[in-house]
């Protein structure tokens, strides 16, 4: 029976889509509500996530000044975020198999719930902090839980529509804590976040469980029900059922990857490409960028809200462009390549804005040159750097080590993205200019890598992908 290995995901200490790609039961019309009712109950989780990323921006300056913060203590207010998601990143896998899919996004929906409450109330930096820790938990734990269920639960004709909405929806939750943290203050905004963790705490006991779950802890039962559930209830699922008992039984006696695979010479390629990818994506300064927008706007002179607004319009039609129209017809290199190239004049732009102002030089025009490269940027961000290297990621891993090398990249991305966070607001007393310069010279350095070591993988199984890269 066909298998194809961009399908068989599973791992160490976490789990992965467990995915069919060919399926033999037909999908009714009926099907689809409940699919589309699970994905987007499943999306609240992705929209939290972006309201928990874009929360710090529009809020910087109500925080500093109602609590008496420095931009020391307000950068590790905006950064812990990271530490929270890496802890959440890490336990996501075990915690996902123990208590399922659902089981999963109703604890991440609680532990976020509860760090917002703690924002609200909070009185001073400790309390802040811890809050912003537990939502970044929460974050790190949907960052996984939310594709995965996603993936196991759609049929394969709807399979990928669906998982664009993941990405689609981070940013429309992101956008929203521009656009509504415009008229509302820091603490009623952190009220907002609270809301799609309702909405995704009781949604989930309205919808099926992942069949492929059931199935692996053995509620045999429950994985039928919940399959003919999601197919329809008119709809043949007699094949699909037994191929994904044959696959999860092949899937049970497939060798488990350790550490020590990953920087095996015929591995090595992988692994560079992928962290790398992921350092990149990171170290351009986009969380840097997202953090604190409305401060480079006041430090440029140009108006924080008109430029978030412009802003988050722009990043969800962009992402939206990108995720459903690009990325199939024009390839991933070419994306790539052609984000970092624009990420690199957005640099400049904002770069010299800065030095403009220092200088007081061309003072009438340095506004627009702030607010139109940070769209650039942001705009250059989102058709390519935002999503793609996690398809290629994706891609690239041999079956046997995706678990374990999955694992890695998405630690250094959480990393990295916390790191950047943490330094930005010392790089700007530094050195305004300067701080979009070194991210500029690290665009460079990206377009470097990406053309040298990057593989087209448009149009191409895993076999002939992993075989291009030996």
């Not at 889509?17 to 992705?46: H, K, N, Q, R």
């Not at 506004?367 to 769209?375: D, H, I, Q, T």
Request: charged share 15%.
């Amino acid at each position: 029976m066909a298998r194809r290995e961009d399908d068989v995901e599973k791992m160490n200490g976490k789990s992965e889509p467990l995915l069919l790609p060919e399926i033999g039961s037909d999908v009714s019309e009926e099907a689809s509500w409940m699919v589309y009712l699970s994905t987007f109950i499943a999306v609240c989780g992705s929209y939290e996530f972006g309201t928990c990323v874009g929360y710090s921006a529009p809020t910087q300056f109500g925080i500093m000044e109602e609590l008496n913060l420095s931009y020391s203590q307000f950068s590790v207010f905006g950064s812990i975020l990271n530490v929270g998601a890496v802890f959440g990143a890490i336990t996501s896998g075990k915690i996902t198999d123990f208590i399922g899919r659902k089981g999963a996004m109703r604890l991440a929906s609680v532990i976020s719930a509860i760090g917002w409450l703690i924002i609200y109330f909070a009185k001073g930096d400790v309390a802040l902090d811890f809050g912003r820790f537990l939502t970044g938990y929460g974050c790190g734990t949907l960052s996984f839980v939310v594709p995965v269920f996603i993936a196991e639960i759609s049929p394969k004709k709807l399979r990928g529509a669906l998982a664009t909405l993941n990405q689609l929806f981070i940013v429309i939750g992101l956008a929203s804590m521009f656009l509504i943290g415009a008229v509302l203050n820091w603490r009623t905004l952190a009220l907002t976040g609270v809301a799609p963790c309702v909405v995704l705490f009781c949604g989930t006991w309205f919808i099926p469980e992942s069949p492929r779950w059931l199935e692996m802890v053995g509620r045999h039962g429950d994985f039928e029900v919940a399959l003919q559930k999601l197919r329809g209830s008119h709809a043949n699922i007699t094949r699909e059922a037994e191929e994904i008992k044959e696959y999860l039984a092949t899937l049970a006696h497939l060798p488990k990857a350790t550490a020590w695979d990953l920087i095996d010479k015929k591995n090595i390629r992988f692994v560079i490409v992928g962290v790398g990818l992921m350092f990149f994506q990171q170290f351009v300064g986009i969380n840097g960028v997202i953090f604190y927008a409305q401060q480079i706007f006041v430090s440029a002179g140009a108006s924080p809200t008109l430029g978030s607004i412009l802003y988050s319009i722009e990043q969800v039609v962009l992402t939206a462009l990108g995720a459903t129209l690009l990325i199939d017809r024009l390839g991933r290199r070419p994306l790539l390549l052609a984000s970092a190239v624009g990420m690199l004049v957005g640099c400049l732009l904002i770069g010299n804005s800065f030095l403009l102002k220092a200088n007081g030089l061309a003072l009438d025009v340095i506004p627009a040159l702030a607010v139109s490269g940070v769209l650039v940027y942001i705009g250059s961000f989102s058709i390519g750097m935002g999503a793609i290297p996690w398809v290629i990621m994706s891609e690239i891993f041999p079956i046997n080590l995706k678990g374990t090398a999955g694992g890695l990249v998405t630690v250094v991305n959480w990393l990295s993205s916390w790191l950047v966070s943490f330094t930005f607001n010392f790089l700007m007393i530094w050195s305004p200019h300067g701080t979009f310069y070194v991210y500029g010279g690290v665009c460079v350095l990206a377009i470097i890598f990406i053309a040298k070591l990057v593989p087209e993988t448009k149009g191409r199984t895993l076999e002939e992908i992993q075989a291009m890269m030996l």
